[in-house]
């Protein structure tokens, strides 16, 4: 084995999980997962089979029906990765073949989907400030007339 793919590290073998639900009236998050530990990395490419039930059976060794399963390999990469491993034209040219929009154009509505967050949660948090505000002022008038009447 040479020096540069000694130096190399493995991605370990991933195991793809799904979250459960915490109660039974949650969902739980139905995009799939994988854990990496501190010093390891993702993979950046995925092989998984799809099993592929044809309708059809046909007998086993002992003469049972069984159903037949078309195995079909199924490729999967890291977007990021292929970023910093090709042009930016060719890297638009995947995205759109993808069904996604150009990374720039994808960067830009993204980044006006997240001023409309962002002015949002501003908005909420001002109002919360001046109900907080508000409140506090009607405390303290209610604190005055109570010591007001305790006082006569």
Same mark, same amino acid.
Request: charged fraction near 35%; proline fraction near 5%.
């Given at each position: 084995?040479?020096?540069?793919?000694a130096a190399?590290?493995q991605p =370990?073998?991933?195991?793809i999980?799904?979250?459960e639900p915490?109660?039974?009236?949650e969902?739980?998050?139905?995009?799939p997962y &994988?854990?990496v530990s501190?010093?390891? =990395?993702?993979?950046?490419?995925?092989?998984?089979?799809?099993?592929k039930?044809?309708?059809?059976?046909?007998?086993d060794? #002992?003469?049972?029906?069984? !159903?037949?399963?078309? =195995?079909?390999p199924?490729?999967? &990469?890291?977007?990021?990765?292929l970023?910093d #491993?090709v042009?930016?034209?060719?890297?638009?040219q995947?995205r759109?073949?993808?069904?996604?929009?150009?990374? *720039?154009? !994808?960067?830009q509505?993204? *980044?006006?989907?997240?001023?409309?967050v962002?002015?949002?949660?501003?908005v909420?948090k001002d109002?919360?400030?001046?109900?907080? =505000?508000?409140?506090?002022?009607l405390?303290?008038q209610?604190?005055?007339?109570?010591?007001k009447?305790?006082?006569?």
């Open positions: 084995m040479s020096a540069n793919k190399k590290k =370990q073998l991933p195991v999980l799904y979250e915490s109660g039974k009236n969902r739980g998050i139905s995009m &994988i854990e501190k010093d390891g =990395q993702m993979p950046p490419m995925l092989f998984i089979f799809e099993y039930h044809t309708g059809e059976t046909e007998p060794d #002992r003469g049972r029906e069984v !159903a037949i399963v078309d =195995q079909i199924h490729k999967y &990469i890291d977007m990021e990765y970023k #491993r042009s930016p034209e060719i890297n638009d995947i759109v073949a993808l069904g996604m929009k150009p990374l *720039q154009v !994808a960067k509505e993204g *980044q006006k989907i997240l001023d409309k962002y002015f949002n949660v501003s909420i109002e919360a400030e001046k109900e907080k =505000q508000e409140k506090k002022e405390i303290t209610e604190l005055e007339k109570k010591t009447e305790k006082m006569k």
